[in-house]
């Protein structure tokens, strides 16, 4: 190949890489803002993802260091059942996890 075809192809992938990690820009996300509604309708992240990061959240305020993958699903099921309720759409959903661990600011 010649060297203009090389420069042509080296440019195009420079850009096609530049393009696709431009994509990927960080998002920061106040939790205590997620609400039932959007935390089941996916608008703000995957509710398993919440789910883990509040039971971090909680977990490092306690200062506890265990991790009960059963007790998360346990407890993600009984916040999505709260969550569920029409009365609860607008809640916090920080709020209805404290309900249902039992724990509190």
Partial sequence: MNRAVMSTINIIILI???ATTAGHAQVTIDVSKITC???LSFKVADPKDIGVWLSG???G???STL???HRLKE???KV???CLAR???NLPVMQVFEKVVGTSK
């Fill in 80 to 82: 999505q059942s709260e």
């Fill in 61 to 63: 305020k306690q200062g």
């Fill in 16 to 18: 096609a890489f530049l």
């Fill in 67 to 69: 991790f009960e993958p």
């Fill in 75 to 77: 407890i993600a099921d």
């Fill in 87 to 89: 009365q609860n759409a």
């Fill in 37 to 39: 509604d959007q935390y």
């Fill in 57 to 59: 959240y909680y977990h």
